[in-house]
């Protein structure tokens, strides 16, 4: 049974399509309505829906504002736009804002029904997907007890060592056309610590679920290669990759373009969807399928690549190998990349971590004096460079992180030495000095809100222009520095204000609800027992019998 919510500021408009689908035989079980986006907001937030229809233009929050707060926090929840205007700037930032479909009032009933139906259809296509491919993988077996194909191939990829007749049924279930072509093996690395759209951290037990969920998603979008995701060690996720038999002097360009696809394709869609990083590595491809265990060697050697360029997330094995020779090039990515890691607060990664790789690598050049100097010299002034950068407006003295004095009269061992010691120290000394400035930034975020609370046409985006950070970057934020999410923040201000004007004053709940930021005194009401735990005249009421 499905969920609607409808968006208009008609009242007459949302509750005729509310009543009108309720009637219909989509299998719609409830539909909410709401007066304008920041309700709309709300009940996103305290509920699941399954489809959002919104009008476009309203007064306060447009529906272009509604689709971008949506797509910010529920990137994959369906919205069709319904409007009273047939403008082809409306229709088309809609379209980009992911809508489905876009209606001009006065909608024909029938349209309205092809359109939700087809949107509902779609959801319960994908949940039946994820429910089959669920199933496939934990059951996978063949007939009359013979190993399945999923648990052949994790056993060949992961092991290696395959006993005779389990390799000869494995080279009998691939019989055929099925060995024609080309294996590929992608070692998949999500972070599952964190994830999902509230971002909020997994415990382990809630891992393995997310786990399941990344293989469904991984196997639906490698299905053009024939593509298989089984369960690794850990984390890891193990694709393997089947690609029909290229035509004479098409494995070039071609097949790599596609490889270029895969890695791209995993690490979007587990973000888009799951709101996971993700380390994907892929292995080089073989038209023998006993060469898996090879192939998934050179896919974790690649995934490897990822603590010398924390910046990037897809690595391909062929590519590694020949950027094992190190150039200036690559040398100035890598150090731009570590600074950036470093400037996003992300610290310094343990003994094996990017640091410790970029010593490493300039630890290999000691026999060349010249080299190592220049390689040298562009780290550690580029590390010094970022703390000037965040240190200056601080008001602090960071003389003694100056290369010409923390380096000075040391040889080629001895610099490598004091590196070791130099990195940590700048990170700690960046995340003290990023600390003071988050801090600064957060009470410039909560003291607007204290004052702007009471507006009923506030916005996320209003306080993200206010400290100039986009909407996503304040989210994450505003939850890294309190724990709370930003807008719960602003329902809290505003419930514990009507709570002390419903203590304090005869006003009655529509003055009250006007007064701390709600247009309708039903939504306000709706807020104040969810957030209370009861209705504004029973609080009231419960406290006037205290005092007595």
């Known amino acids: 049974m499905h969920k609607i919510l409808v968006v208009d500021d008609e009242p007459r408009v949302s509750t005729g399509i509310k009543n009108f689908l309720l009637g219909s035989e989509l299998n719609i079980a409830h539909v909410e309505t709401a007066l304008n986006g920041f309700e709309a907001i709300d009940y996103l937030r305290m509920d699941t829906f399954d489809l959002v229809l919104t009008d476009i233009q309203m007064s306060r929050m447009s529906g272009i504002e509604l689709m971008e707060t949506i797509y910010m926090e529920q990137p994959h929840l369906p919205v069709i736009v319904i409007s009273a205007h047939e403008k082809f700037d409306f229709a088309k930032k809609s379209l980009r804002l992911g809508a489905r479909d876009y209606l001009v009032k006065p909608v024909e009933r029938d349209d309205l029904l092809r359109v939700v139906g087809s949107v509902l259809r779609e959801n319960e296509a994908i949940g039946r997907r994820s429910l089959a491919m669920t199933e496939t993988q934990r059951g996978g077996t063949g007939k009359a007890g013979q190993p399945g194909l999923s648990e052949l191939l994790a056993a060949l990829v992961t092991e290696g060592d395959l006993p005779v007749s389990d390799g000869e049924a494995l080279a009998a279930r691939l019989g055929g056309q099925e060995t024609a072509g080309l294996f590929g093996v992608v070692s998949i690395r999500p972070d599952l610590t964190r994830g999902g759209f509230s971002d909020r951290e997994f415990a382990l037990s809630d891992r393995k679920l997310l786990k399941y969920a990344s293989i469904n998603i991984l196997n639906e979008c490698l299905g053009e ?9 850990g984390n890891e996720i193990v694709a393997v990759l089947r690609f029909g038999e290229p035509k004479d002097g098409e494995r070039g360009a071609g097949i790599d373009s596609q490889l270029h696809l895969i890695g791209q394709m995993i690490h979007m869609n587990l973000k888009s969807y799951l709101n996971v990083d993700t380390t994907v590595g892929i292995s080089s491809l073989h038209a023998d399928v006993f060469m898996l265990p090879k192939l998934m060697d050179e896919a974790k050697a690649a995934a490897e690549w990822r603590h010398v360029n924390p910046g990037q997330r897809v690595f391909y094995f062929e590519d590694r190998k020949a950027r094992e020779n190190l150039g200036i090039a690559d040398w100035i990515a890598q150090v731009d990349a570590f600074t950036q890691t470093l400037k996003a607060g992300s610290g310094v990664d343990g003994p094996n971590g990017a640091g410790e790789t970029l010593v490493l690598t300039l630890r290999r050049l000691q026999g060349e004096a010249e080299m190592f100097n220049s390689y040298f010299g562009m780290l550690a002034y580029r590390l010094y460079g970022l703390l000037l950068e965040q240190g200056w407006s601080n008001g602090m003295s960071l003389q003694r992180f100056d290369p010409d004095a923390y380096f000075r009269g040391l040889d080629a ?135 007595g």
């Open 225 to 233: 290669w024939r593509g298989l995701s089984l369960s690794g060690y």
């Open 413 to 547: 061992e001895g610099k490598l030495t004091a590196l070791a010691g130099y990195i940590p120290e700048i990170s700690a000394m960046l995340g003290q000095l990023t600390q003071e400035r988050d801090r600064s930034i957060l009470a410039r975020i909560t003291g607007f809100i204290r004052e702007r609370y009471r507006d009923p046409a506030l916005k996320i985006q209003d306080i993200a222009s206010e400290v100039h950070f986009s909407t996503a970057y304040l989210s994450y934020l505003f939850k890294r520095e309190t724990g709370k999410n930003l807008w719960d923040f602003v329902t809290e201000l505003r419930i514990e204000e009507a709570k002390r004007l419903l203590e304090t004053t005869d006003k009655k709940r529509y003055e009250i609800a006007y007064e701390v930021g709600y247009e309708s005194p039903e939504h306000f009401g709706r807020m104040f027992k969810r957030y209370a735990g009861l209705s504004p005249a029973e609080y009231r009421k419960e406290r006037q019998g205290n005092d």
